[in-house]
């Protein structure tokens, strides 16, 4: 059976990622290895060049829909001293509610994308791959619910040279994932 995942690769001809672990970044291929095995297939990765990672320039280049293409972003804030982190999946057509509802969910007076350099650092993976797999255990993953119900999206890999194809569905499975309507606007 041909994953979903493919029909949103455009140009690309994607792997199934666990055959492909020099395209991952560790966290990333750890976070695989974890998933059930039908889960794990259906998730596959293709190298692409590390300039075009950004979304826009990825998705120009390779023909891959915009609007299967899921952005992950790292927002912090911080109450009484404590530094809290979240992870937000919105799709690229949308940006992610960061003032409103990542800020209530994380119970803080103010929150923000983290610095590049600090997500980077904690997350362990490259600016600009940044995915939903893999992150930091007792993180909030926050995925919005038109992620969850597209059949394919595309998601970083942890590493600028390649791409995730993924199921949205897979995404609410993960560590920590929880669903939020209205997280992309």
Same mark, same amino acid.
């Given at each position: 059976?041909?994953? #979903? ?21 560790? #966290? ?7 998933? #059930? ?19 826009? /320039?990825? *998705? ?11 952005? *992950? ?14 992870? *937000? ?25 983290? #610095?590049?350099?600090? /997500? ?66």
């Amino acid at each position: 059976m041909t994953s #979903p995942a493919v029909h949103v690769a455009g140009s690309l001809r994607p792997e199934p990622a666990l055959d492909r672990p020099e395209l991952l970044a560790a #966290p990333v291929l750890d976070a695989l290895r974890g998933l #059930p095995a039908d889960r794990a297939t259906a998730c596959l990765v293709a190298a692409i060049d590390p300039e075009l990672a950004d979304t826009a /320039a990825f *998705c120009d280049a390779y023909g891959s829909p915009l609007e299967a293409s899921a952005n *992950c972003v790292v927002v912090a804030g911080a109450r009484s001293g404590e530094r809290r982190f979240a992870a *937000c999946v919105v799709l690229a057509t949308t940006r992610a509610d960061v003032n409103t509802v990542v800020r209530k969910r994380l119970d803080v007076r103010k929150a923000s994308f983290a #610095p590049m350099d600090e /997500a980077v650092e904690l997350t362990g993976m490259a600016h600009g791959g940044i995915t939903p797999f893999g992150l930091p255990a007792g993180w909030p993953l926050l995925v919005d619910t038109a992620v969850l119900a597209a059949p394919a999206v595309v998601v970083g890999s942890g590493r600028r040279e390649s791409k995730l194809f993924v199921p949205g569905a897979v995404l609410g499975e993960l560590p920590g994932a929880e669903p939020v309507d209205g997280l992309g606007r």
